[in-house]
Every structure is written in C-alpha cells, then in structure tokens.
C-alpha cells in the first residue's frame, strides 16, 4: 500500500489532522499550512512540515514524519533534518516540534538512548495508530489515518461504516473524505479494479465527484440562453478537469494530447467517461476509447 501518497494527500487536504493528534495543539492550528521540502547540502527530504501563517509573526514549525517500515536510523536522520532546516530558516520561526506517526510501536526504532532527552521532553510526539482508540469513535480525518493499518478482512466493513458515517455528518469535507476513503481501498486492494472495489463498498464514482450534483442541477426556466450555455461550459469544464486529475492519479502524467481530448469532449460524453474509465487498466483503454468518440 502506498501510504506516503495517502497520507500525503490527507494532510494536503487538511492541514489541521496533524494537530487533531496533539494534546497541546498551537491556537491557530487552523492557519498552519502543510507544505514538503528539501534541505540541501546535505540533502534530505522532509515528509510534511507544517508551517504557521506568516502574517501572525514567528511561530512554531512543526515536522512530520510517516514510518511505515522499520528503520534504525529513522531518529538520527528526522532530528538532523529537522534542526537543519530550523537552523536555516531560524529568523522565522520561534520553536520546532516534530511528530513521528508509526502503524504501532514494533516499527520503533529500538535504540532510542541517545535521544532520550528529545523523545522524554515535550518536543516529540510519538503516535502510535493502533493505540488512538476504536476507529469508529475517532475524528472523521483520524479515522481515515487508522483505516489504512486495518487488516484486509475488516477493511471493507470499517470503510461502508465511515462512508455512512460521512454522509450522515454531512460537511463541506464530506466529499473529499469519501473520495480518500475509495483512494485507500484501491491502494490496499491493487488486486480489484476499481469497479469491484464500489461493489464492494456500495458506492459509484459519481456518488464521490461532482457529476451527481452535475446532473441533478437543472436549468433555471426564464434564464437567457447565453447563460445557460455559459453554465453548461462551466460544468464541461469542471468535470474535464476532474477526470483528467482521476486518470493522472491511476495511471501518471497525461501527455496534452490526451488532455487536449478529454477536454474537447461534450458533458454527456465526459459522464460516459466517468463510468468507462473505472474499467481502465492502463492508458492504453482510455487511449482506445477515445478513439470511439
């Protein structure tokens, strides 16, 4: 499963996850925005640094790593790259915290002496997934952290229950949690197409993207018609784009020709896309159903 892009994604979709995770979280913890670097020289790169917003002033930068795998260098390499970065960006920041997210603590690294005073003090946050509690009374955006260490046979049951839930708890995330909820599945179960993956979960993929409101948003009688093909443009547009961002997640970078097709197609023709393209195995079907149309 690759959980660096999951996680990846839920912390660029909602910043505020991390702090959710936190017993002592900073006030404006909705302001943070995620970001991943670079250090140069030596090079390293940093999963997530959460950075305070820039017009309240120096704040505290936060640090976030993912650890999946065991690694027994993993503190030697997260405090280097953390100090150094702070080091070079001192002026803008008043303190740093680093968090280590772990599936449970045998992925630990098991001599932690050296760093004791850091993993003692209240500079480091250890969260062990395993350890947040029964995934049915956590945060929606935890949750979904937790989904991704359950066991296959319990996997499908966990996620139909976080799908209703999301929908029941109806907010303007609701869309995007039930579109991670699918993207985790798909990662778990690579075996599955897509389409086996929605009988699985009683879900279709117009049911997470924006076609069902598409479809169900009718035109306005008495409206001139300049604006109803004016709206009619706007929805073609935002599906176009919706579809080719699915497709670049499945299958990579889309060259421009293919890009310049999908957006060249009708509304009507983009919803068949976006039934055909769940049957997709490789570019190669997109390429030869385009071919048809």
């Not at 953390?82 to 740093?96: E, H, V």
């Not at 046979?153 to 991670?180: D, F, G, N």
């Not at 055909?276 to 390429?287: G, I, K, M």
Request: aromatic fraction near 10%; glycine fraction near 6%; charge should be negative.
């Amino acid at each position: 499963m690759r959980r660096d892009s999951i996680f990846y994604q839920l912390f660029q979709q909602y910043p505020g996850l991390l702090f959710e995770l936190l017993a002592n979280p900073p006030i404006n913890a909705d302001a943070y925005r995620f970001d991943s670097v670079a250090v140069k020289e030596p090079k390293f790169e940093i999963d997530g640094v959460f950075l305070p917003p820039e017009n309240e002033g120096v704040g505290v930068v936060y640090f976030c790593e993912v650890q999946f795998q065991k690694d027994e260098r993993l503190y030697e390499r997260v405090f280097a790259e953390s100090s150094l970065y702070f080091y070079r960006n001192r002026d803008r920041f008043s303190d740093w915290q680093v968090t280590i997210i772990y599936p449970s603590r045998t992925i630990e690294q098991r001599d932690i002496y050296p760093h004791r005073s850091l993993l003692n003090g209240g500079q480091v946050h250890r969260i062990y997934l395993d350890e947040l509690g029964n995934i049915r009374q956590l945060p929606l955006w935890v949750a979904l952290m937790v989904l991704t260490t359950v066991n296959e046979e319990q996997m499908p049951e966990e996620a139909r229950y976080l799908l209703t839930r999301t929908r029941e708890e109806s907010s303007s995330s609701s869309r995007v949690i039930i579109e991670m909820i699918m993207t985790i599945m798909v990662y778990r179960f690579e075996q599955l197409s897509p389409k086996e993956i929605e009988l699985m979960l009683g879900i279709t993929l117009k049911e997470t993207r924006v076609y069902q409101e598409i479809k169900e948003e009718g035109r306005q009688e008495g409206r001139q018609e300049g604006r109803q093909e004016g709206r009619q443009e706007g929805r073609q547009e935002e599906a176009a784009n919706l579809i080719i961002r699915i497709l670049a997640k499945r299958f990579g970078e889309l060259s421009n020709e293919i890009r310049g097709s999908i957006s060249g197609l009708s509304l009507p023709v983009l919803e068949d896309l976006s039934e055909a393209l769940l049957d997709f195995t490789s570019l190669a079907d997109l390429e030869a159903w385009l071919v048809t149309k």
